[in-house]
């Protein structure tokens, strides 16, 4: 059961409500609530992928005076959103202990004394209680800083693991609690310890490291393939959080010092059968969501690269020339 977690403030105004694929069931209850208050409601039906996914363009098509985003914790946008922006977090009240207990019974787990414990933003306030169980357990335990795309500590996002990253120097291995592997997934390719996920949802425990291990792989590959790319298709989403225009500028311009091409993509989402029709680049590099390369890589018909990884390019294309 999910609960809201802030009272909407704001009345007879035009809103925009935006909810994430599993809170979408909750709009018709909480736009029929705000309209019984005197405002006028509006529902974004785009699909909506994360914190930094403000459905901006719907915003000013109904000239609303701000939008509610549910379901995440508040994002720097800084000044890209030009409607003021209300998140509104939800907080799952699933029993973490079971999954403690479970990931306590796994030997590798077992040999770790000092552990690092993250989340998302549905469990953050369980998190002091699921460090006082391992704690009784013999463990001991750190919740680490947040990062700047997040906004509590222990909290990751899927492009921002600084909360294990921060104590992955100091423990034995880094234990995430909370539903899927698109969150502890970020956490283990960002750090050197081991990453346990322990999913309540599911019931399941995971060790990350085969997952790493392929990312990794695929990684090398794409950079091995880019390496004789001679045009390059630079993605810019539109998105207000992941936009990054100066920073695809500043790469097309260093491919071009470097002999090779470059032109720069704007889409609102990246799609790699729409980019299949430009038969004229031969890789591509992502400079919005890190995510899409990592989980959809092999969606895409040509190498494509992360940001850094294609400065990382440009370096090694220097050295060879
Ligand atoms: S950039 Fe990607 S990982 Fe980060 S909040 Fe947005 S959708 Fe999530």
């Not at 405002?39 to 403000?54: H, K, L, T």
């Not at 590798?108 to 552990?115: Q, S």
């Not at 960002?190 to 599911?202: E, I, M, R, Y």
């Not at 990684?219 to 539109?238: C, D, H």
Request: aromatic residues 6%; hydrophobic residues 45%.
């Amino acid at each position: 059961m999910l609960g809201i977690r802030k009272r909407i403030e704001g009345l007879h105004l035009r809103i925009l409500l935006q909810f994430p694929e599993g809170l979408k069931e909750k709009a018709c209850e909480i736009a029929e609530k705000l309209e019984a208050e005197g405002n006028e409601v509006f529902i974004s039906a785009a699909p909506c992928f994360g914190a930094c996914d403000i459905a901006l363009a719907e915003a000013e098509a109904c000239r609303a005076d701000k939008i509610i985003h549910y379901g995440h914790a508040e994002f720097p946008l800084g000044k890209k959103a030009k409607i003021p922006v209300e998140y509104v977090e939800f907080r799952s009240d699933v029993d973490l202990k079971p999954m403690v207990l479970k990931a306590l019974e796994d030997p590798e787990f077992r040999k770790c004394a000092k552990v690092g414990l993250i989340t998302t933003v549905q469990h953050v306030g369980k998190l002091r209680e699921v460090k006082a169980l391992l704690e009784e357990n013999g463990k001991t335990v750190l919740i680490g800083k947040h990062g700047p795309k997040a906004k509590y500590d222990g909290q990751v996002l899927g492009c921002d693991a600084a909360a294990a990253v921060n104590v992955d120097g100091k423990v034995d291995c880094i234990l995430y609690v909370g539903g899927g592997l698109f969150h502890p997934i970020g956490a283990a390719l960002a750090c050197t310890k081991k990453v346990l996920s322990a999913d309540p949802f599911l019931g399941k425990i995971m060790w990350l490291d085969e997952e790493k291990r392929r990312y990794e792989k695929r990684r090398r590959g794409a950079l091995a393939a880019a390496v004789s790319a001679q045009r390059f298709g630079i993605i810019v989403s539109v998105k207000p959080g992941q936009e990054n225009l100066r920073a695809a500028v500043g790469l097309k311009k260093a491919f071009e010092r470097i002999g090779r091409k470059a032109e720069i993509l704007l889409t609102d989402i990246i799609n790699p059968e729409s980019l299949a029709n430009f038969r004229c680049f031969d890789a591509y590099v992502n400079t919005a969501c890190p995510r899409i390369v990592i989980d959809d890589y092999m969606r895409f018909e040509k190498p494509i690269l992360n940001f850094d990884d294609a400065l990382e390019l440009v370096e090694e294309l220097k050295k060879s020339r």
